[in-house]
């Protein structure tokens, strides 16, 4: 099975031999594991450590939000979970290594650009996708789900963008995956177009979908359920918000970042 290509989707063709545990994953099992992770880029003496010995466990069917400055090394920690990034150590999703052929068509990816096809209508652009899949939801449901469907036939390069993003996710939607991975996708929104697609972010939650996003918009960490805090690759701290908060005894994530950054203490 290959992958088609776009600037910027890998969508992947689902093949039929998945294993049933991996189908059947309860919500106490963890959709990812890290031990010893390390990723590097470039070449020669231009090569540089991005992240840093990670070693850490992501909940299935939960929110986990990957938080933390510009090039902290997030984008590049979700390259390496959908598996188009080289790694050293050990990566495991959905109980196989990252990058197995296995997992292709069981993994959504919503880059920080919209990947579609601006010169094709929403609805050709989900069709597209469906028929790569060859399985999943019916491109329609998925429109009237997220509120695109009098939208189905404009062109994605004449609408918004909050409504590319939701085209975006709606690509990522149709093959019906057990982990979606999005990379900042309510960035530069408009604040009702973020509440909406939180709003979503939770309903997919509820019907078991594990989502793992990432924002350098702290104050999105109160719309998830688990925390990975990353900065100079390294995750520095770990947990639910509500710890968070509790730990560093402040009213914002904002200043607990700060204070977690003021101890400088061992990486989580």
């Known amino acids: 099975m290959g992958l088609i290509r776009h600037p910027n989707i890998v969508a992947p063709v689902v093949p039929t031999s998945f294993l049933k545990h ?36 992501i909940p299935a069917g939960r929110i986990t939000g990957l938080l933390g400055p510009s090039g902290s090394g997030k984008t590049t920690l979700m390259r ?20 197995a052929t296995i997992l292709r068509g069981h ?7 919209a990947a579609v096809y601006p010169d094709l209508s929403i609805r050709r652009n989900l069709e597209y996708f469906h028929a790569i899949a060859g399985t999943g939801r019916d491109p329609a449901e998925i429109m009237a ?28 939607l149709v093959g019906e995956p057990k982990l979606l991975v999005m990379d900042e996708p309510t960035v530069g929104l408009d604040p009702l177009t973020r509440i909406a697609l939180w709003e979503q ?9 594990s989502l793992i996003l990432s924002s350098h918009v702290l104050d999105e960490a109160a719309r998830c359920d688990h925390l990975l805090l990353l900065r100079e690759g390294h995750i520095i701290w770990r947990g639910s918000p509500t710890q968070l908060l509790e730990e560093t005894e402040t009213s914002n994530f904002d200043e607990a970042f700060l204070v977690i950054i003021s101890r400088k203490g061992e990486p989580a």
């Open 22 to 57: 991996a189908r059947d994953m309860s919500e106490e099992t963890m959709v990812l594991r890290a031990r010893g992770l390390h990723i590097s880029l470039g070449r020669g003496r231009h090569r540089q450590r991005i992240l840093r010995d990670l070693n850490f466990e």
């Open 80 to 99: 390496a979970i959908v598996g188009v990034q080289r790694f050293e150590g050990e990566l495991k999703v959905l109980g196989h290594t990252a990058g």
């Open 107 to 113: 993994i959504g990816y919503v880059t920080q650009s």
């Open 145 to 172: 789900e997220l509120e695109i469907g009098e939208l189905a036939d404009h062109r994605v390069a004449d609408l918004s963008g909050g409504q590319r993003s939701r085209a975006s996710l709606g690509c990522a």
């Open 201 to 209: 972010f939770h309903k997919l939650s509820r019907q078991g979908t």
